[in-house]
């Protein structure tokens, strides 16, 4: 299990216009190419010298592939990206102002303190 | 030597600027009051006489990555960037540019570290709304010099409560020893109690106005023996879980002294989080403090 590379995946997907697009219209393919692709990149480094040991559990893919944001929550991805990736995907879709927040929060109402351990 | 012409400690909320300028339908109903404080707030700040200013904030995973964390950062650079791609999309925020006041970044550096901080530095940070929150609201026309400092509240580990305090005493410290004549206020912005991604997020008010109500309470008279003795970094979980900005206001107190009590002191009931807004004027300023009194 792997809670860094969760948070690195929503971080670097976050940041990047087009893979926010990518992510919200083709998930389980964009999870397979970052895994792929991206995982093992040290950010500021050059691809010559990236990492060779990072990759997801299956729990972890599943959860990213399907948009699953309670089950990363529960999987201990830090909250705050993974608010920050959704609000920029969905937010959209809901005609009221704060429409998908409450909507998110609604869905994570089952939980309870103290919440699943986010450090890394 | 440097004067300490204000300690000011304040929430950070970056939909403050698009509820200030949206108009018409688009205006939320609570931006008039909103303003109406801001505009009273920034006046502790022009009554100051400010020529720089030390913005201690946090970076919200913009430059700063788990692969390489630092606790304590201050920024070292003629100038500075600011605001990030994500957060124009979802706060509508400006792109912002400031010019550094580099030469008091580096006091604080060569000192903080001979006085056992291991402060990490940046020579080239683009900063993000922790520290051009304060600058919208306190300084809009954003003319003075600054100094960024970066805390860690958001990636555990953390620090202790008390180091966050300790830097904060010392960051005062370092200010009045800077050989300089100017004026400099020091300005940090954290949170009360908040929840980010969790099932108390976007409430009708903060997720525990009990705590907002003891925390302003510790702020506002210095309490700082107080605030240490009740907050742990296992207890901020609780109040919301992204609590732990709290730490940012510890350091504020740390700057305006123990015992210190603020000049001027406001809070705003907000939908998801409570606004709350301190000012000190030290060292004698007899006359801004009685001007300053809230």
């Given at each position: 299990?792997?809670?860094?590379?969760?948070d690195?995946?929503?971080y670097?997907?976050?940041?990047?216009?087009d893979l926010?697009?990518?992510y919200?219209?083709q998930?389980?393919?964009t999870?397979?190419?970052?895994e792929?692709e991206?995982a093992?990149a040290i950010?500021?480094?050059?691809?010559?010298e990236c990492s060779?040991?990072?990759?997801f559990?299956?729990?972890?893919r599943?959860a990213?592939?399907?948009?699953?944001y309670?089950?990363l929550f529960?999987?201990g991805?830090?909250?705050?990206?993974t608010?920050?990736?959704f609000?920029?995907?969905?937010?959209?879709?809901?005609p009221?102002?704060l429409g998908?927040?409450?909507?998110?929060?609604r869905?994570?109402?089952?939980?309870?303190m103290p919440?699943p351990?986010?450090?890394? | 030597?440097?004067t300490?012409?204000?300690v000011?400690?304040?929430?950070?909320?970056?939909?403050?600027?698009?509820a200030s300028?949206?108009?018409?339908?688009?205006?939320?109903p609570?931006a008039?009051?909103?303003?109406s404080?801001i505009?009273a707030?920034?006046?502790t700040?022009?009554?100051a006489n400010?020529d720089?200013?030390?913005?201690?904030g946090?970076?919200?995973?913009?430059?700063?990555?788990l692969?390489?964390?630092p606790?304590?950062l201050?920024?070292?650079?003629?100038?500075?960037?600011?605001?990030w791609?994500n957060?124009?999309?979802e706060f509508?925020?400006p792109?912002?540019?400031?010019k550094?006041?580099?030469?008091?970044s580096?006091?604080?550096?060569?000192d903080?570290?001979d006085?056992?901080?291991d402060l990490?530095?940046?020579?080239?940070?683009r900063?993000?709304h922790s520290?051009?929150?304060p600058?919208?609201?306190?300084?809009?026309?954003a003319?003075?010099?600054?100094v960024?400092?970066?805390?860690?509240?958001?990636?555990p580990?953390?620090p202790?409560?008390?180091?966050y305090v300790?830097?904060?005493?010392?960051?005062?410290?370092?200010?009045?020893?800077?050989p300089?004549?100017k004026?400099?206020?020091?300005i940090g912005?954290g949170h009360?109690?908040?929840?980010?991604?969790g099932?108390?997020?976007?409430?009708?008010?903060?997720?525990?106005?009990?705590?907002?109500?003891k925390?302003v309470e510790?702020?506002a008279?210095?309490?700082?023996?107080?605030?240490?003795g009740?907050?742990?970094?296992?207890?901020?979980?609780?109040p919301g879980?992204?609590t732990h900005?709290?730490?940012?206001?510890?350091?504020?107190?740390?700057?305006?002294?123990?015992?210190?009590?603020?000049d001027?002191?406001?809070?705003?009931?907000?939908?998801h989080?409570?606004?709350?807004?301190?000012?000190?004027?030290?060292?004698?300023?007899t006359?801004?403090?009685?001007e300053?009194?809230?």
């Amino acid at each position: 299990m792997s809670k860094y590379l969760l948070d690195k995946f929503l971080y670097t997907i976050d940041r990047d216009p087009d893979l926010v697009e990518r992510y919200r219209s083709q998930p389980r393919e964009t999870v397979q190419w970052w895994e792929a692709e991206r995982a093992n990149a040290i950010l500021n480094v050059h691809g010559g010298e990236c990492s060779t040991w990072l990759k997801f559990d299956e729990a972890e893919r599943d959860a990213l592939a399907t948009h699953d944001y309670p089950r990363l929550f529960e999987l201990g991805a830090h909250p705050f990206l993974t608010l920050t990736l959704f609000i920029a995907m969905f937010e959209r879709d809901y005609p009221e102002p704060l429409g998908f927040q409450l909507e998110y929060a609604r869905r994570l109402s089952h939980l309870s303190m103290p919440y699943p351990d986010i450090s890394t | 030597m440097a004067t300490v012409a204000a300690v000011i400690a304040s929430t950070h909320h970056p939909f403050y600027y698009r509820a200030s300028t949206s108009t018409g339908e688009d205006r939320p109903p609570f931006a008039d009051e909103w303003v109406s404080k801001i505009t009273a707030f920034r006046e502790t700040l022009t009554r100051a006489n400010a020529d720089v200013l030390v913005l201690v904030g946090s970076d919200h995973f913009h430059q700063i990555w788990l692969d390489n964390m630092p606790q304590f950062l201050v920024g070292k650079a003629p100038f500075y960037d600011a605001n990030w791609y994500n957060e124009e999309r979802e706060f509508g925020l400006p792109r912002m540019f400031f010019k550094g006041q580099e030469d008091l970044s580096g006091h604080i550096l060569r000192d903080g570290l001979d006085a056992g901080f291991d402060l990490a530095f940046s020579n080239e940070l683009r900063i993000d709304h922790s520290v051009t929150c304060p600058m919208i609201t306190l300084r809009p026309e954003a003319d003075l010099p600054i100094v960024p400092i970066y805390t860690n509240i958001f990636a555990p580990p953390l620090p202790q409560p008390k180091r966050y305090v300790q830097l904060g005493r010392a960051i005062r410290e370092l200010v009045e020893s800077w050989p300089s004549d100017k004026r400099v206020a020091i300005i940090g912005t954290g949170h009360l109690s908040l929840e980010l991604g969790g099932p108390r997020q976007f409430g009708p008010h903060g997720p525990d106005p009990e705590f907002d109500r003891k925390a302003v309470e510790w702020i506002a008279n210095g309490d700082i023996e107080k605030a240490l003795g009740e907050v742990s970094l296992e207890s901020l979980w609780l109040p919301g879980n992204a609590t732990h900005g709290f730490l940012d206001f510890m350091l504020m107190m740390g700057a305006a002294g123990a015992g210190e009590k603020a000049d001027y002191v406001d809070t705003l009931d907000l939908f998801h989080t409570m606004e709350a807004y301190f000012t000190w004027y030290p060292n004698g300023s007899t006359e801004q403090k009685r001007e300053g009194a809230a």
